[in-house]
């Protein structure tokens, strides 16, 4: 790996807790370059959704090259385009009586974040955008500012501004009495506080430390930015997508957001792309070219894109989702109580959980052992104190119960130590 260490930038991260040179992947198995296998509890923090190399996505890409199907196009009209954007509405929007248009920038999170932002402060002529504590949109300038974690915003160089961090539900000082009291302010002339352009908040805060919002405060959240005449944005980037066993995490909760922000997952096979859902009364005040970006024409991810939708037609796969999700909390909420003392929470929903510890370094230690015993977890929250848990639903049973073994083996190893 010495080619790495000498010429990579010293920025690289995710090889520092698993250091092996990764070679070939199915579903959620990995293999490094001397074919060692290992688990994938991680799948690229919810881009692969689907697994590695997803049989049914991978043969339409397959198909799609084999016949020179354009590959890059801006935003220039394409067949593949077309069909996603007809499946995307007519097997996600229309069954769930949602209408808006699709946006689509440069393909990563960062970007929907940057696009939401920009509309908002268009539609409403204001700068302030209110996010919240915890919460993880990006590293460009306007995304980070917006992100709460100081190890990526001491980073910046510059001021970041225009946005104001209230706490998170789950976090010291939130709850929905919190926001009425913040809405009160708002609504108060002598109060000094500008009426913000938008409301930004994940669902679930999957690298804040999987925190999930209640319905009631999130209707508390979605109300404000009602009254105020604010937009109402969820960024549902690593939530999103299938993971929570609904297509989007929010859909139980009766939610009328003004824009919804997707990436990760909904590229389908790992392909890069992002896309903003995007209220049509808000949507009318772009100006054609106003906001681009290189890669929003990125066909292979339209075609992979489309054909993950099928797992959307009807219950079954969001219903798999949800038995093996209960499967591995169930797990989990054993560890916890094995160890009361070390485990602070187990939190989540579908396939997407997190367990607590209260303290980065033995999360540390577990990650390490994780990696030992060939299991790819990632560490986040606050000081990284929790581990995530976010296997590809479409994982088989018997390697997730392989992969729940070896956490269990993991953590018995670093407490022991």
């Not at 096979?269 to 772009?286: S, V």
């Not at 054909?307 to 054993?334: C, H, M, P, V």
Request: charged share 25%.
């Amino acid at each position: 790996m010495d080619i790495f260490t000498r010429y990579e930038s010293e920025i690289r991260g995710y090889c520092r807790a698993n250091p092996v040179v990764f070679d070939r992947a199915e579903n959620a198995e990995m293999f490094d370059e001397d074919g060692n296998r290992f688990i994938d509890f991680f799948a690229c923090a919810g881009v692969l959704n689907y697994g590695h190399n997803n049989p049914k996505l991978k043969a339409a890409m397959l198909e799609y090259i084999q016949r020179n199907g354009i590959t890059h196009s801006l935003d220039l009209f394409t067949k593949a385009k077309r069909e996603f954007i007809e499946t995307f509405v007519n097997t996600i929007l229309k069954p769930r009586n949602m209408d808006y248009k699709l946006q689509f920038m440069s393909p990563t999170g960062t970007n929907a974040i940057e696009a939401a932002l920009k509309l908002a402060r268009k539609v409403t002529g204001r700068r302030q955008v209110v996010a919240f504590t915890n919460a993880f949109h990006g590293m460009s300038l306007g995304a980070l500012a917006a992100t709460g974690n100081n190890h990526f915003r001491q980073a910046a160089g510059v001021p970041l501004e225009n946005v104001v961090h209230l706490p998170f539900e789950t976090a010291p000082g939130g709850g929905i009495e919190q926001i009425k009291a913040y809405g009160k302010q708002l609504h108060d002339t002598s109060s000094g506080l500008e009426k913000p352009a938008a409301f930004l908040v994940e669902p679930i805060q999957a690298e804040g430390g999987v925190n999930v919002a209640s319905k009631e405060w999130l209707h508390a959240v979605q109300a404000l930015a009602k009254e105020t005449e604010a937009l109402f944005i969820l960024d549902d980037i690593q939530a999103g997508c299938g993971r929570t066993g609904s297509f989007f995490s929010f859909e139980a909760f009766d939610l009328d957001p003004d824009i919804i922000t997707l990436a990760k997952g909904i590229g389908g096979y790992g392909t890069a792309l992002a896309m903003n859902l995007n209220k049509p009364e808000h949507d009318k005040h772009w100006l054609p070219g106003e906001h681009t970006g290189t890669f929003r024409g990125q066909d292979l991810s339209f075609v992979a894109g489309k054909a993950s939708f099928s797992f959307y037609e009807n219950d079954e796969f969001n219903n798999e989702t949800l038995r093996k999700g209960n499967k591995l909390r169930a797990a989990l909420e054993d560890i916890a109580k094995a160890y009361p003392e070390q485990v602070a929470a187990v939190r989540g929903r579908g396939m997407i959980l997190g367990i607590d510890f209260g303290d980065g370094a033995l999360v540390k230690k577990i990650a390490d052992q994780c990696f030992k015993h060939r299991l790819i977890i990632c560490p986040c929250g606050t000081g990284g104190r929790v581990v995530k848990l976010i296997p590809p639903l479409t994982i088989e049973d018997s390697v997730l119960d392989e992969g729940i073994a070896l956490f269990r083996q993991a953590v018995d190893a670093a407490i022991a130590s």
